[in-house]
């Protein structure tokens, strides 16, 4: 379980007019926010949405969506999966990348 009060005050960042209520493009970044690496595939099955203002949730739905998220299977990459990227920058199949790869790496997207 989650903390609904976390929840419910990162909800409230996003919550633009004050109604309470929680657009579901954001669903993704709230999850983040609460620190859960939850994949787009569970967020979209939750009900995230492409676009901005297409559909609305209040904040206890947001709190059980993300509860099912967390304990949803999937829901985040894993050791594997992070590895398995890696190799689509090792160029030479020899289990290793090279520098400029390196810096194009996804993890260090604040360069």
């Not at 676009?51 to 709190?63: H, N, R, Y």
Request: with cysteine.
């Amino acid at each position: 379980m989650v903390d609904a009060e976390a929840v419910k005050k990162i909800c409230d960042i996003y919550d633009w007019d004050g109604k309470g209520e929680l657009d579901l493009f954001f669903l993704g970044d709230v999850m983040y926010a609460l620190g859960m690496n939850t994949t787009k595939k569970v967020c979209v099955g939750l009900g995230q949405t492409d676009e901005e203002g297409k559909k609305f949730a209040k904040f206890d739905d947001i709190v059980e969506k993300v509860n099912a998220a967390k304990v949803a299977p999937d829901s985040s990459g894993t050791y594997h999966d992070y590895v398995e990227l890696l190799k689509l920058y090792d160029k030479n199949n020899n289990g290793t990348m090279m520098l400029a790869e390196l810096r194009k790496h996804p993890c260090q997207s604040w360069r």
